[in-house]
């Protein structure tokens, strides 16, 4: 074991604090530091700090992020959200291991560069599956890509090692503008390679052109997406941009400074793509056939836009440009015009509903925390958007850091709050980055008024963690253990103290209610839901990404017209909204409107507002598995019920998944979950049947099949046969990327699978050009 | 508005109780009985068993009682058929994953459950008045050394080490010349006080007595001194099962090895201080043992039974709320692991129930470095900071720790000798 520079750890101890509060911080900047928690490192912060070994190892074994064994060089993180498990997350993990050949419980190579590793969701749903190279995100990855993608990552570091920092351009007299959002899912879209051409292609043909950096449009199915403004500020937008379509993208709206030189580039251009084409060079994105896809225009009209406002035209980071919009008058009017009690009374009156998941009523939750005992009050913003499937709290913070701030601002105005805290997962890095850069643009601007002080917290791979008191926990220094409510965290909340916690995107609406009045919220949405709500729209789905729609909007608007429905030749099944708390809702109730009631009434929830669409060909049981098994995984342990009953529902899931189902399975999964529902202590446990009891209510015939050994939609690997029919043409590529070697080589021949070896990857089927590789029942007990 | 008093109803009856008392603390305040096992007095509720929720009849909410403030108006029910349901499965699966046998595979075997690991430890410290009587408690029928089979040595799991500890020249203890040297007077209890202990003892461990029967007998001397014990032998033996009304011993029985086989991985954690020594052969095979040698075999004894088998609130509430150990049981089980880092306690992680009344008392009192949980999820497990010793970590409160733990999993090393 190498030996650790113990300055290091001094000085990350330093700059946190000695108080016990500061664990998870004090953890966080030693893991940043060193990969991994040396021993000596933790044994010099119990010696140094207020923390004691018991709460250190406590801490350090909770959170997924941490490590107490050495890593690679790099962390490969493979997202297992449900738009990448029901796109082949599981497979493409196994082909990272297979590659760098990692076996057993061994998560690191044997050079010790890589470390592969799972990760709950990295909010980049639509882009799905998708991969994270420490800071460095790739969508679309797909099995056959994994060596490509790491040699690209490693192409890359050696450029950035190079390269020097300054990238935005700035210069007087701009004929036009170029926009680009780079937030986390257009960055693994690939938005950094169009950044750098675009900066690269205005430098060389002397554009005189501004390159904008933007808040997300949320159209992450034609991400990266550049709009161009010309200089009669006409806006063209471009989907699926690639770095090398940025120059002759650039040339249809800008003149370059001479002709020889335009006739060079082209020239020089036609050159590179006839090298280029010779290298069998397989791209990690995947693109649309036809790039230049118009954005459909049904894809906005059923929108609304209050916390998404100003969506790829302001800058995140702009805050001149968030004022001129209107930004920080809500805040100002509240100061100037308002007593506390009246901010509260507006938004009482405004209906609004925490968009965390619960739906309570935040007017109730301010004025409790509003008149709670005397003494210190705390606000936080709960930004631990964990579950697999959801990205609007990133997006939000991403991309309109400053309504947040704005919001969080009021609501310490209404209930005397004396500090904020923004408590973000720590993997959204962006997220955090952006969100402490606002802070201080708004500190310096003096915008916050006095008393308010904001910080970020970083969360640490806890999903429990979006449970209130768990999360308070954590800002606490704890293991991230929820305890019973009442007391609310309004009455004891933060070291004791009143507490008013709401969602991100809650906070996001504050600063609209505020400017145009409660009446105007209650004018958008339904009677019991008022206003919109933003959703992550992803899975099998045409045009996914972040939408905001009035609540009581239908299912089926949103799949069919917003998301253009499934994709050709498949059939819409289910959405599943909510996450791990929430259920799936079939097809044939795809009417009912979307808002907090509506859906509970059918056994789901809203839950913060993932939704991922579902087609004939997933297997209701794998999805009822996939999020129990999440929740499951993601249980603090503590009470019996989640602790021991997710698990050993998880038990018969599993087996109606592997063909061993047995009469009655069905049942006592059932009676368990509810179980499990009523005994839990936190909102987890309670939820966490949800998955499982509404697809046992829509889908049960699907559990029933499992029983009798098959698998309708064909995705059990145990109760499926890969088969290659007479439709093959013997072109071989199966067999070259068979991960195990189950397809003998046989060129022009039809092409046979070795059942015994084959792992039932996909792989085959996905590379087929004559779809030959076809899928069968398979009943292992006959 | 501190200080305020709440008036609330549990099982129809009124109770006033400070502010800030739980429904538990109420619920105690009217004499009934809520089970509990990580309640920890006088420190902060933890609420992770479960095992103590009841009903709020307004919502018709299950709620921990242990950690729920009583609330002006509530009304509680502890006697629902929802309540006794709820109970019953949160044991259940507390059992699921419970890797650990109450009893030794012969008291299971034997038809009269004669205690025989605990008889062993007394013959192997040669303490022959103990072993009289809990030979004597295990009458009647005492089998005579000709009828005993012996099914005791059949099940032994010394078997599957080497060779069965020999037990049936104890079976018939009483009897036999393995104590001819010990003044007699040792061997009768005359002291009709400790009989009475001695059978207020018994029924209140013995498996089958519903937590009612149990609180009567133990409310009535003349019950317990009425030899009524002897009904209870009779039915653990498997004579009278129809007439009990709980279940059966022979129900237990079936239900209470989890362990059964031993995995190979096992054996050297069984047989930790265990003699390593064959199987003795007596001298005099016909006169059976000689004092020395049952004393020498006695010590090959692996000790399968729980140190806590007679003091244990998880054994309690599953005999209590009929909890069926096999209800949730998957399929495989883990290895049954001992940790003997402390010369005082021993630590059986595949006992614990990770309510954490041990982690709080070594965080209360201040334990240099003491417990704490590790993990999470269904893996999470209790253990000492950066994987030190049991010894570190439990330098000063080792026995209180073994004391509060609601079974088995911390214990006292070696039982009280008396």
């Excluded at chain 2, 502010?19 to 902060?44: F, H, N, Q, S, W």
């Excluded at chain 2, 088998?309 to 883990?334: F, S, T």
Aim: proline share 4%; net charge negative.
């Amino acid at each position: 074991m190498s030996e650790i520079d113990i300055s290091q750890v001094d000085a990350i101890i330093d700059g946190c604090g000695t108080a016990r509060s500061e664990a998870i911080t004090i953890l966080t900047s030693i893991q940043d530091c060193f990969h991994y928690l040396p021993q000596e490192a933790l044994d010099r912060v119990c010696e140094r700090t207020d923390c004691t070994p018991a709460q250190l190892y406590g801490v350090a074994t909770f959170y997924s992020h941490f490590r107490l064994q050495p890593a690679g060089a790099h962390r490969v993180k493979v997202c297992i959200g449900t738009a990448c498990h029901v796109k082949g997350a599981g497979a493409v993990y196994d082909a990272f291991r297979r590659h760098l050949a990692i076996e057993g419980d061994d998560d690191t190579d044997a050079d010790r560069l890589f470390t592969v590793e799972k990760v709950a969701c990295l909010g980049c749903c639509m882009l799905a599956p998708a991969v994270q190279i420490d800071r460095t995100t790739y969508g679309h990855v797909t099995q056959a890509q994994v060596g490509g993608l790491l040699r690209d990552f490693l192409a890359a570091e050696a450029q950035r090692a190079k390269a020097d920092g300054s990238k935005v351009l700035r210069g007087a007299g701009v004929a036009g503008e170029v926009r680009l959002c780079r937030c986390t899912s257009c960055e693994a879209a690939g938005a950094g390679a169009v950044w750098e051409a675009t900066h690269a292609a205005i430098q060389a043909l002397h554009l005189n052109v501004r390159l904008q950096l933007v808040g997300c449009t949320g159209l992450s199915f034609e991400a990266p997406l550049l709009e161009v403004v010309g200089e009669g500020g006409d806006a063209f937008r471009y989907g699926m941009v690639r770095a090398d379509d940025v120059e002759a993208t650039l040339l249809r709206h800008f003149q370059p400074a001479g002709l020889h030189r335009r006739v060079t580039t082209r020239a020089l251009r036609w050159l590179d793509r006839c090298v280029d084409s010779f290298e069998e060079h397989e791209a990690p994105f995947r693109y649309a056939a036809d790039i230049r896809e118009t954005i459909a225009s049904p894809y906005w009209q059923r929108q609304d836009h209050i916390v998404l406002d100003g969506a790829g035209e302001v800058g995140p980071l702009d805050l001149t440009a968030y004022r001129a919009r209107g930004g920080f008058e809500a805040l100002q009017r509240c100061h100037a015009r308002y007593t506390p009690d009246e901010v509260i009374e507006l938004i009482t009156a405004s209906g609004l509903r925490g968009r965390g998941g619960g739906g309570f009523l935040s007017g109730l939750k301010w004025r409790q925390t509003a008149t709670a005992a005397e003494g210190m009050r705390y606000l936080v913003c709960n930004g631990d958007e964990g579950d697999p499937g959801s990205f609007m709290d990133r997006m939000i913070l991403e991309s309109f850091p400053f309504r947040v701030i704005e919001g969080m601002a009021i609501a310490a105005f209404a209930v005397g709050a004396g500090e904020g805290i923004f408590y973000i997962r720590c993997e959204y890095p962006l997220a955090v980055k952006r969100v402490r850069e606002a802070i201080q643009m708004c500190v310096d601007a003096g915008l916050l008024g006095e008393g308010l002080t904001l910080r970020v917290a970083e969360g640490a791979g806890a999903f429990v963690c979006g449970e209130e008191t768990a999360l308070l926990a954590a800002i606490e220094g704890q293991r991230g253990m929820p305890r019973i409510r009442p007391p609310y965290p309004s009455e004891q909340g933060l070291h004791g103290q009143p507490t008013l916690v709401n969602n991100v995107e809650t906070y996001a609406t504050v600063p609209w209610i505020v400017a145009h009045g409660p009446d105007a919220l209650r004018q958008l949405g339904t009677p019991g839901s008022p206003g919109t709500k933003t959703f992550a729209l992803a899975g099998r789905i045409v045009r996914g990404g972040l939408i905001e729609v009035p609540m009581g909007t239908t299912i089926r608007e949103v799949v069919e017209e917003i998301g253009g429905g499934v994709g050709e030749g498949h059939t819409f099944k289910a959405v599943q909204i909510g996450g791990p708390s929430g259920g799936c809702i079939p097809a044939r109730l795809a009417d009912i409107p979307i808002d907090f009631d509506s859906l509970h009434a059918e056994g789901s929830m809203m839950g913060s507002g993932g939704l991922v669409v579902l087609d004939d060909s997933d297997c209701m049981v794998d999805i009822a598995r996939y999020f129990l098994a999440f929740s499951q995984d993601e249980s603090c342990g503590k009470c019996t019920f989640c602790r021991v009953g997710t698990r050993r529902m998880l038990d018969i899931l599993e087996r109606l998944c592997a063909g061993e189902g047995r009469a009655g399975d069905v049942e006592e999964l059932e009676k368990l979950g509810g179980w499990v529902k009523a005994g839990s202590l936190c909102g987890l446990g309670q939820t966490a049947p949800n998955p499982v009891l509404s697809t046992l209510q829509h889908f049960r015939d699907e559990y029933e099949a499992h029983i009798a050994g098959t698998c309708p939609a064909g995705r059990c690997k145990a109760l499926i046969r890969y088969a290659i029919t007479t439709d093959c043409i013997g072109c071989t590529r199966c067999a070259q990327h068979c991960p195990v070697d189950a397809i003998p080589f046989a060129p022009h021949e039809r092409h046979e699978i070795d059942d015994e070896l084959c792992i039932r990857c996909d792989t085959c089927r996905q590379v087929c050009p004559s779809n030959a590789v076809i899928i069968r029942s398979h009943n292992p007990r006959s | 508005m501190s200080g305020s008093i709440i008036n609330v109803s549990i099982d129809g009856r009124p109770v006033a109780v400070a502010e800030g008392a739980t429904v538990l603390d109420a619920a105690r305040e009217l004499g009934i009985d809520v089970p509990t096992m990580c309640y920890l007095k006088d420190a902060k509720p933890f609420t992770s068993c479960m095992v103590c929720l009841v009903e709020d009849t307004a919502s018709q909410k299950l709620l921990p009682a242990c950690s729920s403030l009583a609330q002006d108006g509530m009304t509680i029910r502890t006697d629902t058929a929802q309540v006794h349901e709820a109970r019953q499965r949160a044991l259940e699966l507390l059992l699921s994953e419970h890797v650990g046998d109450c009893e030794g595979p012969c008291r299971c075997a034997c038809p009269v459950h004669l205690d025989i690991p605990r008889l062993l430890r007394a013959v192997g410290r040669a303490d022959w008045r103990s072993a009289r009587s809990i030979v004597d408690d295990a009458q009647p029928p005492c089998v005579g050394e000709q009828d005993c089979k012996a099914p005791c040595e059949r099940v032994c799991r010394r078997n599957q080490v080497d060779a069965a500890v020999s037990n049936s020249h104890y079976g018939s203890i009483s009897s036999r010349s393995v104590i001819p040297s010990l003044p007699r007077d040792l061997l009768i209890i005359e002291n009709t006080g400790d009989l009475l202990r001695q059978a207020q003892h018994r029924l209140s461990t013995s498996l089958e007595m519903t937590d009612q029967t149990r609180h009567e007998c133990l409310q009535n001397e003349n019950c317990c001194a009425a030899v009524s014990i002897r009904a209870v032998v009779r039915c653990v033996a498997g004579l009278d099962v129809e007439a009990t009304a709980g279940p059966s011993v022979e129900a237990f029985v079936r239900n209470v090895s989890v362990i059964g086989k031993l995995m190979a991985e096992e054996h050297p954690v069984m047989m930790r201080d265990v003699s390593a020594a064959s199987r003795v052969v007596a001298v005099d095979p016909d006169g059976g043992y000689a004092a020395d040698e049952a004393t020498r075999e006695a010590a090959r004894c692996m000790h399968c039974d729980c140190r806590k088998g007679h003091d244990c609130a998880l054994r309690d509430y599953a005999i209590a709320y009929e909890a069926d150990q096999r209800h949730y049981a998957g399929g495989g089980r883990r290895p049954f692991e001992q940790i003997t880092q402390h010369a005082d306690i021993l630590y059986e992680p595949g006992k614990c129930i990770r309510c954490g009344i041990c982690v709080r008392i070594t965080e209360r009192e201040r334990e240099p470095l003491g417990l704490t949980f590790i993990g999470r999820g269904f893996d999470v497990r209790i253990g000492v900071p950066f994987e030190g010793s049991l010894a570190e970590g439990l330098r000063e409160v080792a026995r209180d720790c073994a004391e509060a733990c609601p079974t088995g999993a911390l214990c006292v090393r070696k039982e009280a000798q008396q």
